[in-house]
C-alpha cells in the first residue's frame, strides 16, 4: 500500500497516511512539505546546497517509490514500514537534549570520543570542535555556516545520492548529522565514535546526514551506532558521504542494535583516491528492517576496500545488504564478507555487485556470503555478482546457506558439552570470523561480548547502559560463560 | 559389571542395524569387535554414545547398572563414556584449548566440582599432550582443521585422556594411520588402561590388536555377535578371512 504525507506547519510534523494510495499523492505531498517548510530546512544552507537539494527534489519527484516490483527492492518488502504515521521534526526537539548530554558509551580501554544525536539532531554543547591534531567534528548544519566551501564541494558528490530514492529524499531535507574533516598528514589514536539514540514517544521519522572528509595520508577510526531507547516505531533514512583523499584510510564500524518497530535505511557511499584503504564492518545485533546500501567508487589506482558484515537476526526480523563497488581504476582490491545466523522467521539479503571496468585490469575482486539458517522459516536471498569487463583479473565469489552442523554438534555433546551451549560455541565460531576483522581491540571485546550475548538470547546492552535495546523472544539456558574460557 | 548390553535392536530411517546384540564388559578388561564392513559396528558405538537418529527398538544399555537408553549425549559422556570417532568432525573457529576447557568443565560442574583455573587446566592440558605426541602448536588450532588423518586419531586419544573416561569406545581408530601413529595411538591407549576402566575396541584389521593387546575378541556380522574368543580369534580371522564366518553361519 502506498502511502503520503500530510503537514501540520504548526507542530512541524509530517504524517504518513494510509488514506490515499496513489504514488503522485505521495510525491506531491512531499513537495509540498518541502515548500512548507523551505524556510527551516533552508536555515543553514549556503545558496548552492540550497540548489543541490531542488535539484534532488526534482529528481525525486520523477523517481519511483521501491517497490518488490523493483529488482534492487524484491526481497525487501517497505510496505509496512510505509504504512504507518510519523512524525517528522524539522527542529531538534528540546526535551530530547537531556539524554543526549547524559548519555555516556563508555567502552573499557577504548581511547575514544562520543557525540551523541538524539532523534537525528545533535546535541552537542558546542558548535565545531577542532581536536588537538586539527580534526573538526561537529553537527553538518553547524558544518554548513562555518565551512561552507568544504560542504559544498563534498554535498551529495558521491555515485548513490543521484540516483536512489531514498537518498535524493535524504539529500531534498536532511538538516543535521555528524561532519568530520580530517586534515592531511594526521594520523588520529583516538576513534569517534557517533551514538544515533532513537528516543520517541511516539512513531518518528529521520532523515540523518552524515559528511566525513579524511586528508591526505590521514587516518580516522569511526564508530557508528544506531539504538533505540524504547520500543516504539521508528523510520530512519541516513545518509553517509565518506570521502578518502590519496593514501587515506578509514576503519569503519557500523553497530546496529535497534528495536524491532525500527527500520533503518542506512546509505554509506564511500569516495576513494590513490592508495586509500576502507576497512567498513557492520555489525547488526538487532533491528525491525535494516537495509545497509554500501557504495564504493574506486577512482584511483593502488586502493584496498573490505567491506565485511556481520548480521544475527530473529523473530520477524529483516536485514538487507546492498554492496556496490565500482572499481573505475586499475590494480586495486575489493574483499566482501558478510556472514550471518538466522533464527525463527528472520529473512535476510545479500546483494553484493561488484563492476570491474574495462581498463580496470589487475584488479582483485572477492566476495563471500556465508548464512547459517537455524529455522525451517528462517530465509535468505542472496545474490554475490561480479560484473567484468576487464580481462586481467583475479575474481571470484561465493554463497552458502546451511544449518548448523549435526556432526560438529554430536561430537561437541559427546565429549559432554550440552546443547545449548555446543550450539552456542558452533554460532560464535561461524561468527568469530568477521568479529576478527575489527583491529581495535578494546571494540572488538566488546563486540565479541555483545555478540556472545545476543547468541545466548540476552540483551545486547553493556552493563549500566540506558539503551535497551532489542528485546529478546525467548530465554536461553546457557551456563558456562564463554567468555572466561 | 561395567556395561552389560542386552537383545540390543538398533534402528536408523526404519532399517534395522542391530539385530538382538549382547555383550558384557568389566573393568579392567579390553574388548575388540571386528567383522567386515556394514555390519553395524559403528551403530553400536554410536548407540551407546546416544547419538541422534539411532533408534533403538528393543533391549537395554545399561552402564554401572544404569540403562542409559534415552540419555542425551553429553549426559551418557558425563557418565563416563568416551566415544573416539572414526571420522573426527572439523570445526573451524572452535580451538582445542577451548573446546576441551568448556567439555572438562562440564564434567567438574556434572560432578559438583568447581571449574578448573587457567592454571591447572594448563598443566594437565601439557601433561597429556606428552602422552600422544601432540605438538604445542596443536593444541592452538581449530578443532580438526586441516589436520592429518594421523593428527586426528591422536587428538582423539588426546581428549580421551584430558576427559579420563570410564569406558571408551574406538571405533576404526587405525584406519588411516601410518605405523608410527598407530604405535603412538596404542601407546597412549596402553598407558591410560587399568583396572578402573575398559575398553571397547572397533576395527577392520588384526593390525591395531598387534599393539592393543585384547582380552576378548567378538566377531560382529548381520547386526549380532557371532563368535567370541580370545586374543586368537583374531588372528584367526587374519588368516582366514571374513567369508570363513558367512560359510560357518550358513552351515
Known amino acids: 500500500m502506498l502511502n503520503y504525507y500530510i503537514v501540520d506547519m504548526e507542530k512541524k510534523f509530517l504524517k504518513l497516511n494510509d488514506k490515499f494510495n496513489k504514488q503522485t499523492s505521495l510525491f506531491n505531498d512531499l513537495i509540498n512539505l518541502f515548500e512548507e517548510n523551505k524556510n527551516q530546512i533552508f536555515k543553514n544552507d549556503t545558496k548552492k546546497i540550497s540548489e543541490v537539494r531542488k535539484q534532488a527534489l526534482e529528481k525525486f519527484s520523477k523517481s519511483e517509490l521501491p517497490t518488490l516490483k523493483h529488482e534492487k527492492w524484491r526481497d525487501t518488502d517497505l510496505s509496512k514500514t510505509l504504512s504507518k504515521n510519523y512524525k517528522y521534526y524539522f527542529d531538534a526537539e528540546e526535551n530530547n537534549s537531556e539524554i543526549g548530554k547524559t548519555f555516556k558509551c563508555v567502552v573499557p580501554q577504548l581511547d575514544s570520543l562520543s557525540f551523541t544525536f538524539v532523534n537525528g539532531w545533535n546535541t552537542f554543547e558546542s558548535e565545531l570542535i577542532t581536536l588537538e591534531d586539527g580534526i573538526i567534528i561537529g553537527s553538518f548544519s553547524d558544518a554548513m555556516k562555518k565551512f561552507p566551501e568544504i560542504v559544498e564541494q563534498h554535498f551529495a558528490k558521491t555515485f548513490q545520492p543521484e540516483k536512489d ?321 | 559389571m561395567l556395561l552389560n548390553i542386552k537383545n540390543l535392536h538398533v534402528s536408523i530411517n526404519n532399517k534395522e542395524i542391530i539385530k538382538g546384540l549382547n555383550l558384557g564388559i568389566n573393568y579392567g578388561e579390553v574388548h575388540a569387535i571386528m567383522g567386515p564392513n556394514g555390519t553395524g559396528k559403528s551403530t553400536l558405538a554410536a548407540a551407546i554414545s546416544g547419538k541422534p537418529g539411532y533408534e533403538v527398538t528393543k533391549g537395554e544399555i545399561v552402564y554401572k547398572g544404569i540403562n542409559i537408553l534415552g540419555m542425551s549425549p553429553e549426559e551418557i ?101 601410518d605405523i608410527d601413529a598407530l604405535r603412538i595411538v596404542a601407546n597412549g591407549v596402553n598407558t591410560l588402561r587399568s583396572e578402573v576402566n575398559a575398553f571397547l575396541l572397533i576395527t577392520h584389521y588384526q593390525r591395531l590388536l598387534d599393539y592393543i593387546i585384547p582380552d576378548f575378541v567378538h566377531v560382529l556380522y548381520d547386526g549380532k555377535i557371532v563368535k567370541s574368543g580370545g586374543k586368537e580369534l583374531a588372528l584367526f580371522l587374519e588368516k582366514k578371512g571374513y567369508n570363513w564366518i558367512k560359510e560357518e553361519l550358513i552351515d
Not at chain 1, 593514501?247 to 546496529?256: F, G, M
Request: a negative charge; aromatic letters at 8%.
Open chain 1, 165 to 485: 530514492f531514498f537518498s535524493l529524499l535524504n539529500t531534498s531535507y536532511a538538516q543535521d548529522g555528524f561532519f568530520i574533516y580530517v586534515p592531511d598528514n594526521v594520523n588520529s589514536q583516538k576513534s569517534i565514535q557517533i551514538v544515533n539514540i532513537i528516543n520517541n514517544d511516539e512513531n518518528i521519522f529521520l532523515q540523518p546526514r552524515n559528511l566525513v572528509i579524511i586528508g591526505k595520508n590521514s587516518k580516522l577510526s569511526l564508530i557508528h551506532c544506531h539504538d533505540s531507547v524504547n520500543q516504539k516505531n521508528s523510520f530512519t533514512n541516513s545518509v553517509t558521504e565518506i570521502f578518502l583523499n590519496e593514501n587515506s584510510n578509514i576503519d569503519y564500524y557500523k553497530l546496529q542494535n535497534l528495536n524491532n518497530q525500527s527500520t533503518l535505511l542506512n546509505h554509506t557511499n564511500f569516495y576513494q583516491n590513490t592508495n586509500s584503504n576502507i576497512s567498513s564492518n557492520s555489525i547488526s545485533l538487532n533491528g525491525g528492517l535494516i537495509r545497509n546500501e554500501t557504495c564504493v567508487e574506486i577512482e584511483g589506482e593502488g586502493c584496498a576496500a573490505n567491506v565485511y558484515g556481520l548480521f544475527l537476526m530473529d523473530d520477524k526480523q529483516h536485514i538487507d545488504n546492498h554492496i556496490f563497488i565500482d572499481h573505475k581504476k586499475s590494480n586495486c582490491v575489493s574483499n566482501e564478507l558478510f556472514k550471518g545466523i538466522l533464527d525463527d522467521n528472520a529473512s535476510a539479503v545479500f546483494n553484493g555487485h561488484v563492476l570491474v571496468r574495462q581498463d580496470s585490469q589487475k584488479t582483485e575482486a572477492f566476495q563471500s556470503n556465508k548464512n547459517i539458517l537455524l529455522t525451517d522459516t528462517a530465509k535468505i536471498n542472496t545474490k554475490p555478482f561480479l560484473e567484468i569487463y576487464a580481462d586481467d583479473v583475479k575474481c571470484s565469489h561465493g554463497a552458502t546457506v546451511g544449518q548448523l552442523d549435526n556432526e560438529a554438534l554430536f561430537y561437541l555433546r559427546s565429549r559432554g558439552i550440552s546443547e545449548n551451549n555446543a550450539r552456542m560455541l558452533l554460532m560464535y565460531a561461524f561468527a568469530a570470523e568477521v568479529i576478527n576483522k575489527i583491529s581495535i581491540e578494546p571494540l572488538k571485546n566488546r563486540i565479541d561480548d555483545m555478540v556472545k550475548k545476543r547468541l545466548r538470547g540476552e540483551l545486547s546492552v553493556c552493563d549500566q547502559c540506558v539503551l535497551h535495546c532489542g528485546t529478546p523472544e525467548k530465554e536461553i539456558d546457557f551456563e558456562i560463560d564463554l567468555s572466561k574460557i
Open chain 2, 77 to 177: 559422556s558425563w557418565e563416563g563414556i568416551f566415544l573416539g570417532f572414526q571420522y573426527p568432525v572439523e570445526i573451524p573457529g572452535v580451538s582445542i584449548t577451548n573446546f576441551l576447557r568448556a567439555a572438562l568443565n562440564e564434567h567438574r560442574e556434572h560432578q559438583g566440582l568447581k571449574p578448573l583455573t587457567g592454571s591447572e587446566f594448563l598443566s594437565k592440558l601439557n601433561e597429556k599432550k606428552k602422552l600422544v605426541e601432540i605438538q604445542s602448536k596443536l593444541t592452538n588450532r581449530s578443532v580438526n582443521e586441516g589436520f592429518s588423518g594421523g593428527e586426528k586419531k591422536k587428538n582423539e586419544i588426546f581428549q580421551m585422556a584430558m576427559l579420563d573416561p570410564t569406558l571408551s569406545i574406538l571405533d576404526e581408530t587405525d584406519s588411516g594411520l
